[in-house]
């Protein structure tokens, strides 16, 4: 009798466990730190967390390339271990993730592409296509993700800009981060490198907010770790990482 009720109890147990692990969605592929969240508050950071999942029990820490250390992949029910880190599965959909850590703190991730986007080249006298303004994709609530240098490959258009107007076509967007403080500046075609156009003066809610020659709101529609896609008055900006 007693064996009997161990055994019931093993299967049961046995049956739970798998219960949770098929509850829970697949990892493969690569993830992207977006958000930190500690105590209900959002965090800033500078050490965007990477990790690509690559079979079921090896995954890749930080940016895919040939020198990202491969770790040991374990996943149990919601609870993940990647090498010596432990994470708690809270909520998870396809193509986003939130996982908590033991110190408390809250990260959330979506999934993205890390096949680097082959550059096109550009000139003033791209063909102006019409517009259609893509869907609104990965949105960041802070500034930090959309730091780099990013240069115009592609854009649409409702009509063609008037010549009077082509200064306003823009060919780079440079974002920097330092101890201090993080400074953007946009260039415009006929900018020299070091006399950007407009200054971005804040970014909130999904909006570049720029002075300059005059005052422009640039609205971010897209951003991934290799491209940008941003629209002003019309125009619609795609953007390579350089």
């Known amino acids: 009798m007693k064996r009997n009720i161990i055994l019931l109890s093993f299967l049961f147990i046995s049956t739970l466990a798998v219960a949770q692990i098929s509850n829970t969605k697949s990892l493969k592929g690569a993830w992207k730190e977006v958000v930190r969240i500690r105590s209900g508050q959002k965090i800033t950071y500078r050490d965007t967390l990477f990790f ?17 250390p491969r770790l040991r992949l374990k996943q149990i029910g919601t609870t993940i271990v990647i090498g010596p ?7 998870q959909e396809d193509n986003w993730i939130k996982l908590s850590t033991d110190e408390g703190v809250e990260i959330e991730m979506i999934k993205y592409s890390n096949k680097k986007q082959p550059a096109i080249r550009n000139t003033n006298n791209t063909k ?5 303004v893509p869907r609104t994709g990965n949105v960041p609530d802070m500034i930090e993700p959309l730091v780099g240098i990013w240069k115009c490959y592609k854009r649409t258009s409702i009509k063609p800009v008037p010549n009077d107007q082509k200064y306003r076509i823009i060919r780079l967007v440079e974002i920097e981060e ?39 709101e640039f609205k971010v529609i897209n951003c991934q770790p290799n491209e940008l896609i941003i629209e002003n008055e019309g125009v619609v900006y795609y953007m390579n990482k350089m």
């Open 85 to 91: 880190s432990e994470f708690e599965i809270l909520a």
């Open 178 to 216: 330092t101890t201090d403080a993080i400074t953007a500046k946009i260039y415009g075609f006929d900018d020299l490198t070091a006399q950007p156009s407009w200054i971005v003066q804040r970014y909130e809610k999904g909006v570049l907010y720029t002075s300059g020659k005059d005052d422009r």
């Open 128 to 132: 102006y296509r019409p517009a259609i």
């Open 52 to 68: 690509e999942v690559v079979s079921s029990n090896l995954c890749i820490w930080g940016k895919s390339s040939p020198t990202a």
